[in-house]
């Protein structure tokens, strides 16, 4: 197995009588950004406690490069991970932060100086962390994870508190990682964070996977056959279509979302009727609209429970 992979098989964890992991089981690949996504309490944080050896599970295994953290000599050369980008000390410097993080795993400062650019927090560097606002916390977390140069990297809600020009810096500077080989797994609640940066999605529900494949094919499936055209002329098109055995719903005025029919066979149907189009295109989903296609389950089952205690 490459130095790079991060593999959860079967982890099972109990708090009481809560099952936070349910046989939790996934790989994060090299060279790929993995998106570790699922509702509040779903699991994904106590995986990363896991595999990180801060939490120990009931059963199953957690493994980086093939072997459990713990049993790593430096193991940030291996693995680098955000977990909590508040956990900082308010007096210190982000650089002393750094400084201090870089002695104890043996680098040196121009090891710091290098991360502090990367991530974009050379001007801020040199004050104490306590003033850093959610997004330079989580750039200087970053810098920390990245400091001996791992393989690996695994990010807990690395957008959380980001503004947007923040959301775009690190969507592409995630994709920079991986393009070099590492494998970047990083969670989040929100799958719309996700789209246009993970090549692979793993969707947790319940301590337990419920959806692990490529946003390729997430979204495909989730776009099903559908055919959006936008027109002037919305009954007559109705009709039309629904006479050449499509299935037609007007999502918005104007705008008509029509199953069963391919796109060429659409533009066929209206052509040969003169009927007028503004715009006529396969409907592509959004990740958003793939999870929660995915996770409606996972979440009436969270608003029954809620429900019943409440
Ligand atoms: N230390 C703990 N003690 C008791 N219960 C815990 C503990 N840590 C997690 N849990 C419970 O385990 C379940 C999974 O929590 P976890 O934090 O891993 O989910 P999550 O997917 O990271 O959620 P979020 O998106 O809210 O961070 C939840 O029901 C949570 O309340």
Do not use: C
Request: hydrophobic share 45%; glycine share 12%; charged share 20%.
């Amino acid at each position: 197995m490459s130095d790079a992979t991060i593999e959860v098989a079967g982890l099972r964890k109990r708090y009481g009588s809560t099952a936070a992991l349910d046989g939790m089981s996934f790989t994060a690949e090299p060279g790929r950004v993995t998106g570790f996504v699922g509702p509040n309490g779903a699991g994904k944080s106590t995986t990363m406690r896991i595999i990180l050896g801060l939490h120990t599970a009931d059963s199953g295994r957690a493994l980086v490069g093939g072997r459990p953290y713990r049993s790593l000599r430096s193991p940030l050369r291996y693995l680098g991970a955000l977990l909590d980008a508040s956990a900082l000390h308010p007096a210190r410097t982000g650089r002393n932060h750094l400084l201090w993080l870089a002695r104890s795993q043996g680098l040196g400062r121009g090891r710091v100086d290098e991360v502090v650019e990367l991530v974009g927090l050379a001007s801020a560097s040199r004050r104490p962390a306590g003033g850093y606002s959610l997004g330079m916390q989580q750039r200087l977390g970053l810098a920390a994870a990245l400091l001996a140069d791992p393989p690996a990297i695994m990010l807990d809600e690395p957008f959380n508190g980001m503004d947007p020009e923040g959301i775009v810096w690190l969507r592409r500077f995630l994709r920079t990682l991986a393009g070099q080989g590492r494998a970047v797994l990083v969670s989040s609640h929100l799958m719309g964070e996700l789209q246009g940066m993970a090549d692979h999605v793993v969707v947790v529900g319940r301590g337990r996977v419920i959806a692990d494949s490529s946003v390729a094919d997430l979204i495909a499936a989730a776009s099903g056959d559908r055919v959006r055209v936008r027109t002037s002329a919305a009954g007559a098109v109705v009709a039309a279509l629904t006479a050449a055995g499509a299935d037609v719903t007007e999502t918005a005025a104007g705008v008509l979302s029509v199953r069963g029919l391919g796109a060429e066979r659409v533009v066929a149907v209206l052509t040969a009727r003169g009927l007028p189009f503004s715009e006529l295109a396969p409907h592509r989903a959004t990740l958003e609209e793939a999870y929660f296609d995915l996770t409606s389950d996972a979440v009436e089952y969270r608003a029954a429970a809620t429900g019943a205690s409440s």
